[in-house]
């Protein structure tokens, strides 16, 4: 069964800083590239940061690069979300996605955690 656990979200300061973690099985981690997207209230989930399936390649929005740093350890199957200089506009929920596209199948592999809420407020 795959699963998708999201931790480390919380109340932070303005300014602070928060890691988040995902711990992923029931698939073969390695394969898939990982992203954290997020969702505040009232409006559409965003993407991120997305790291590729060995780890050698991050994207980042334009609204926290610099801030935030997304890593992996395959070894442990977990994916993180390191942020950094935290502003009120950052509280939402934060989901960790993984994602694979088998191209001998042409099948997509989508799957999504259940979100950690993270509210940056002083």
């Known amino acids: 069964q795959v699963q998708l656990v999201e931790s480390g979200g919380g109340l932070v300061q303005p300014g602070g800083s928060l890691r988040l973690s995902c711990a992923a099985s029931?698939?073969?981690?390695?394969?898939?590239?990982m992203s954290w997207y997020r969702q505040a209230l009232g409006k559409e989930r965003e993407l991120v940061a997305t790291?590729?399936?060995?780890?050698?390649?991050?994207n980042y929005a334009d609204s926290v690069k610099g801030r935030f740093t997304i890593s992996r350890d395959n070894a442990k199957n977990t994916v993180y979300l390191q942020m950094n200089s935290l502003k009120p506009e950052d509280t939402a929920v934060y989901y960790c996605?993984?994602?694979?596209?088998?191209?001998?199948?042409?099948?997509?592999?989508?799957?999504w955690g259940q979100g950690t809420q993270v509210t940056v407020s002083s």
């Open positions: 029931g698939f073969t981690f390695s394969n898939y590239a």
């Open positions: 790291i590729s399936s060995a780890g050698g390649s991050t």
């Open positions: 996605n993984a994602y694979h596209f088998q191209i001998v199948t042409s099948r997509e592999y989508d799957y």
